[in-house]
Every structure is written in structure tokens, then in C-alpha cells.
């Protein structure tokens, strides 16, 4: 667990996993003397919701410490959005580009590589439907319920809305990501024909298994902190509404 | 997903801990929070929706007023102890749970409190798959068309297309490149009948 007056520097040579955050708050390294605090606040990050995002993601069992309505849905929602396109920008694409590399060097047949590329297609297009999903039903609902709620009287169409679907359904029907990657990780070791280039290989088996650990914690984050926010803001509102 | 929430009150700290993270291997259980004493406790529980306290002996007796003030708590509660000398019952509370308690014990008990509130909808979604099902996905993986399952198995297509629905919901995979995959590191084809 970090807190919050020790210095970035030290927080995040301690916990290198937070390295692949920063970028999604925007902040970047030469942190120099600052705590955690300093750096965010410079950034225009509200630092007791980096806190609670660094901590769930480090910590399986983290259980969030501030009142979770001490931060603005927006901030969440930026910072969901910047790890999609952290995951569809920069993740996968680089693991496609190694794998297509390693598939070009090695002695494979076609119908294996036809296998793993065809795999990999695929999964992309999987994912940019499931991040599609998000940002357009979503990530847009939870806006819209915060500014509800802030209003004097709520909208009546959107509470009739809010009666048919709430964040509670939206985090039953969230897919998980993660189990397709590794199928192919066990692919690799276990099935194929083994590749020339180990190091390569090594490469996309390594990339791999981080962006499995990453969508977990993501997913993690969601349920732990997403969905008991939205949930309680969803309580609320009915609750103000009713009265 | 339903979820029940639980707050802890226990003074040890590691002992907090351990059974917080014991809880949230749980599904359908969820810690909002842990608390080391019982005036703050007391004051949570006064402004919020608690399913479940779960309390270790020591705090529970300085925290009689409490139970004073709202009998219907003890209903709620579940004592964290030693294990007697002699076995006994949950006696007043809901339930007891002994620090000599296994993993499986805890988790029994922690589902039958659980029970009733799923009893209706509790999911399964990483459930194996079936015979009929693995059949299904290994024709997949071979490039057959649902048709050409459907008259394989002499069964009509709308069946085919129920099962493939009842896959993707158990495994999460939606394309036939995932399900090919799946087959192949389970063992339910091998690459060379791949097509």
C-alpha cells in the first residue's frame, strides 16, 4: 500500500506495477523530491482518487479506505477511458506486432500460424466491441446519473431508465478479457512447435501474461470501485427522488 | 452480481485482516469495512446498510450497549472465537466461527448465511461444459456450419445455436478462432484435425 505524503519516487520504485498508471493520469516521471500529494495535485489529479486507484491495484484484497463518494464520477470515467486506449493503442498492438514476427520466423505450418493470427484478429475486434460497449452505454449512463443528481429534480425518463437497468447488470454482463489470452499463452507452451526465436517468444509470452495481470486488476478496480460507487449514487438518487 | 455486505469488528490487526481477506475470496460476500474498535463501529452501523457484523469475543462484551440499543442486530451478528472446550451451538447469534476454523469451515458457514439471498440466482458462469457441449465445440473447431452440426447430430439448428449460446455464456469466447483455441488446450481436439 502507498500513502499518500512518501514520495512519488519512492512509491513507485517500491511498487514498479503502478509504472504502467501514471501515463493513464497524465503524469509523467522527473518527480524529483514531491510526495504523491505534490504530483498529483500538479497534475489536476484529485490525489484520494489516485490513492484509491493505486491501492485496488496492488492489492487484491484492498478495501477502499476514503468515503467513495469524496470523488467526482468524472474522474473515473476519464481514467477508465484512458486505460482502454492505453489497452487498444499501445498493449495490443504490440503484441500483435511481436506475434506476427515470431510467426514470419518460425518453422510453423500455415494452418498454425493461420491459427494464432486468426486468434489474435479476433480477439482485437472482441475487445474494441467490449470497450465500445462501455464508452457509448456506460461510461456516458454514469455521467448523465451524476448530473442527475446534482439537478433539484431528477429527469422522470431517466429514472424510468434507472428502474430497468443499473450499474448491477452492467457488472453482470461484463465479459472477462483476460481467459482468450490465456488459452494463448498455454497455446504457445504447450501445443506448438517451439519457435526459433526464444527471446521473442519469451517477449510475447512476457506481454502477455502482464496484460492478463493488467485486465484482471482492471476488472478488479471496476467491481471494487466503479460499481459500489455508481451503485450507492444510483441508491441515492431513487431515495431523493421517492422523497 | 447480489451482494451482502459485512463490516468486521475485530482489535488484532492481522487477525482483521486475515479474516477480511478470508471474506472477499467469497462470492457474493463484500467487506465495506473494517473497524479496530467499537465506538466507530457503532457510529457506521447507525448511518449505514449492514447485512452482516462480524465481531471477535473481546469487543463483543464491550459492546453491549449496542446490542442493547438494537436487539435486532444480534440476528446479524456473527462471533468471531476460540474454539470452547466443549462444542456448542451458534447459541444467540447467527453464527459462530472458531479461529481453529479451515478454510472449507468458514466458507460453509459464510454460504449458508448467503444462501437464502441467492438461492434464486446464483450463476455459474466458468462451469464446465458438457459432453453434447465439448461435441459441439469440437466441430466448431473443425469448420462446420451450425447446419452441418445440426445434421451430424440429427438435431435441428435452432438446438445448435442454443448450445453455442449456452458456450459462449460458460466460457466467455464468442469467436470461432477463441473456441478453436479453447478445444485445443483443453484437449477436446488436437491441432492436426483443425481445419
Redesign the interface.
Known sequence: MISKNIPMCQAVLEHHRLLPLLPRFNIRLGFGEKSVDEVCRLNHVTTDFFMEISNAYLDD?Y?PQTDLSLFPLGDLVGYLTSTHHYYLEVAIPKIERKIHQLLDGSALSE??RG?VS??F???R??FLEHVSREEQIVLPYILELEKQFLKEKPDGQFMKRLQGYTI?DF??EH??LE??LE??S??II???PPFEDFDLCHQVLTDLADLVRDLIDHAHMEDKVLV?RVAELEQHLLRKFEA | MKRLNFILCVEAYLLRKGVAAVLQRIPGAYVVREFGAVDLMAHYLKNHAVDFLLICDTLFEKATDLFIEEPGLLERTILLKKYPVRPEGAGKFKEVIYLTDGKQEITAKINELLNPYFRNHREEPHSTLTEREKTIVRLVSMGLTNKQIADKLFLSTHTIITHRKNIIHKLGIKSVSGLTVYAIVNNIITIDEVT
Open positions: 484484497d478495501i494452418k498454425e491459427l486468426g486468434f484478429n479476433d480477439y475486434k472482441e448491477r457488472a453482470r465479459d472477462r481467459t482468450s488459452n494463448l498455454r497455446l504447450k501445443y506448438l459500489p
